[in-house]
């Protein structure tokens, strides 16, 4: 059997435009790339821009659509207007105004009428009350009247059967269930607030509406040792006199110490001249004073 070269297959990536091995590990190894991924949601977001644009551009052309027909159509209701002998041309009828006003008021008319009849019922059944289904001892059916209280075994024409006020109790027991459990909620919202608060740091865990606590209640003022002011006032020879002034010391200038010159060294009796001996440095020393331009 002879051998036969056959070329490897090939495919062309839409997203990136370009060809690779049409294999498993090489298809895998291009879609997980980074650029082939950001490809993929380059297009994803020009197709969803595309799709609004194209949404956009049909609402607006449909608007313009909608804004023709009326223009059309109020030119047209303003050519018959001002030619009547179009209406038979085109076959359409125009109505004259007194046809227009009857419509309406025939419209109005029909609108009191049902309110009339609504308002009719609802009296009727406040009068007459209604008519309920019950149950005897002996396990018998009977209806009787809200308002009148009559009892019958005929069943009436319209009444509420058993299972709708089963239906009806279980509504409003539910409804107050609700209302209960709704101010049971406030209340304990109510309770946990803190009546009062310590005044002093917030501690961890705690919270206030205030980085500074919540006002505390204070009951009693406190004791301040303050002097107690005297019910009546005090006669003048009881009043306690302020006692003698103080002598202001001299506050000495120059600070704590004051300076004191002295004229020399040697004591007032003593002739003897006072002389300084001037220190002798060995060789090889330095001395460390400087030599200003004074000396």
Sequence with gaps: ????????????????????????????????????????????EDVRKKGIKDAKQKEELEDDIQKMEKAALEAFKKDLASDPELAAKYGVRVRSEAE??????????????????ALEAIEKKRK????????????????????S???????PSVYVSIEEQEAKKKNEEEEEQKEAEKKARVQEELDAQPDEVAVGPLRWGTTSTS???????????PNLDLPEEPSEPLPIEDIPLPGPPKEKKEKQEGGRFKEK??????????????????RKLGSGARNTRQREDDD
């Design 149 to 155: 209280h009559e009892s019958k075994w005929v069943a």
């Design 128 to 147: 007459e009350g209604e008519w309920y289904e019950a149950k005897s001892a002996e396990g018998y059916t009977y209806y009787w009247n809200t308002v």
């Design 100 to 117: 227009k006003e009857a419509e309406k008021k025939q419209k109005e008319k029909a609108s009191d009428i049902a309110k009339q009849k």
């Design 1 to 44: 059997m002879s051998e036969y070269w056959k070329s490897q297959p090939r495919k062309f990536c839409e997203y990136c435009k370009c060809w690779i091995t049409d294999n498993k590990p090489s298809v895998d190894f291009h879609e997980k790339g980074k650029k082939h991924q950001e490809n993929v949601k380059r297009k994803i």
């Design 261 to 278: 010159r002295v004229q020399s060294l040697a004591s007032g009796n003593d002739n003897t001249k006072v002389t300084f001996k001037k």
């Design 211 to 221: 980085a500074y606590g919540n006002w505390k209640t204070v009951k009693e003022p």
